[in-house]
């Protein structure tokens, strides 16, 4: 009987630590898979990549809005803070960045309601340098992704909304 309880609790205890681990290793493993492909394999770290207008076989985000124009950095923090900025769509359109840290993490979400002007803030991981006056987003990470979401329902809205985005910036301070 003594051994059959030891051999439970090894069997109860395997798996405790298993899932812990697989529910710590699964976010990271899907961000990290992410961060690759929506960077090109590392070519394009912060810098914004623009994605094409959706179609019905459009994949690159799950389930991609087709009313929606997207653009997405994928950032690294190791060498210092981002001025992240973007600029508000024509006619007012609607735009939100969202910022996600290394484990899935929504870690701010900004759009056009709070910043009809455009949003512009500074990507910063604790204790780095960052300049008086600018709103700072603190990363608990230091890679993740930003995702620049433009309501673009028409072909033509589009073609405006596009424009407007390539004046995104996702770079290094000074």
Do not use: W
């Not at 590392?42 to 179609?55: C, L």
């Not at 673009?152 to 004046?167: G, H, I, S």
Request: charged share 20%; proline share 6%; glycine share 10%.
């Amino acid at each position: 009987m003594n051994r059959k309880l030891k051999l439970l609790g090894l069997f109860v205890g395997a798996g405790i630590i298993g899932h812990v681990g697989l529910v710590m290793a699964v976010p990271h493993g899907l961000m990290s898979v992410a961060m690759s492909r929506m960077s090109g394999d590392g070519a394009a770290i912060n810098q914004f990549v623009f994605g094409d207008r959706t179609t019905k076989d459009s994949r690159r985000v799950v389930r991609p809005s087709p009313d929606l124009a997207y653009a997405s950095c994928v950032y690294d923090l190791s060498k210092g803070p981002l001025l992240v900025s973007a600029a508000p769509s024509p006619n007012q359109g609607y735009v939100s960045l969202s910022v996600f840290a290394a484990n899935t993490d929504n870690i701010a979400a900004l759009d056009t309601t709070q910043y009809p002007n455009g949003i512009r803030f500074v990507l910063a991981r604790k204790g780095q340098s960052v300049p008086a006056g600018v709103q700072v987003v603190e990363s608990p990470s230091d890679k993740g992704i930003i995702l620049d979401r433009r309501l673009a329902p028409t072909a033509e809205l589009f073609a405006e909304v596009d424009k407007a985005r390539r004046a995104d910036s996702c770079a290094p301070l000074g």
